[in-house]
């Protein structure tokens, strides 16, 4: 993720301003303004699944991008950015890697019925490859876009998500509730490949950065011993910070 901004930056002709964010100099870890940082909670939770971002060309710019926290998160998490006339040789080596089964996660509404699946067959600790989940990091169109025009995901299956909870991401508004940022689709998938405790901890972490990012940018302190600061210690067995 880092090496993806730092390539971003060095192509920008003018620095990127985040619109609607806090303003200021921010922490390189977590992009937030330094007197609301949360590395310090930084969780790390080891997983069968990993995750591959596909990331549209600014996002890796913007202080609210949650792919981030997935990478945080899940240790097997790479991300590479996407173009439209040339694939990263790492991703097509990634996608090729036999310990992997990759699953593009796209609505199946959009898809031809029999690449849909929606349950993972590689869950079981027991099965041959791992699961790795393929996620479009991108506005809605954008990501339409790019699974229409990346041929090299073809033959994989597309993980239709069913999930029946609301977004309750706040930081990017979308017209629908149930478009979800990629962090809570992340979760949805780490449930689906038996992984519970990766699930509860990414999205209480989303939560937790969430709270600090509304705060810095209304000025406000964040509370450290605020209820989503609690979920996310009692998710990793540890203490809310004092």
């Avoid at 922490?27 to 937030?32: D, M, S, V």
């Avoid at 229409?148 to 979308?174: A, G, N």
């Avoid at 209820?227 to 809310?240: C, K, M, P």
Wanted: glycine letters at 4%; aromatic letters at 8%.
């Amino acid at each position: 993720m880092a090496r993806l901004r730092t390539a971003r930056l060095a192509r920008s002709a003018k620095p990127f301003l985040a619109r609607g964010g806090p303003r200021g100099e921010r922490c390189p870890g977590c992009r937030l303004v330094p007197s609301h940082c949360v590395c310090s909670l930084h969780p790390v939770v080891p997983t069968r699944a990993g995750v591959c971002l596909l990331m549209a060309d600014i996002e890796p710019l913007k202080p609210s991008n949650t792919g981030w926290l997935i990478a945080d998160v899940v240790p097997d998490t790479l991300a590479f950015g996407w173009a439209r006339t040339e694939v990263d040789p790492a991703l097509l080596a990634l996608l090729a890697d036999p310990q992997w089964q990759p699953y593009v996660v796209f609505p199946g509404e959009f898809v031809a019925p029999e690449r849909v699946v929606t349950e993972v067959a590689c869950a079981d600790a027991s099965a041959a490859k791992r699961p790795l989940f393929i996620l479009l990091d991108a506005t809605w169109p954008e990501a339409r876009k790019m699974f229409r025009k990346s041929p090299y995901l073809d033959r994989f299956p597309v993980l239709s998500l069913q999930p029946e909870q609301i977004s309750r991401y706040q930081l990017r508004r979308s017209r629908r509730d149930d478009h979800f940022c990629t962090a809570e689709v992340a979760g949805l998938c780490l449930d689906l490949a038996g992984e519970p405790q990766a699930a509860q901890v990414l999205q209480t972490y989303l939560d937790v950065f969430t709270h600090h990012y509304l705060q810095a940018k209304h000025q406000l302190p964040p509370d450290w011993q605020g209820e989503a600061h609690q979920r996310l210690a009692q998710a990793l067995g540890r203490t809310a910070r004092a």
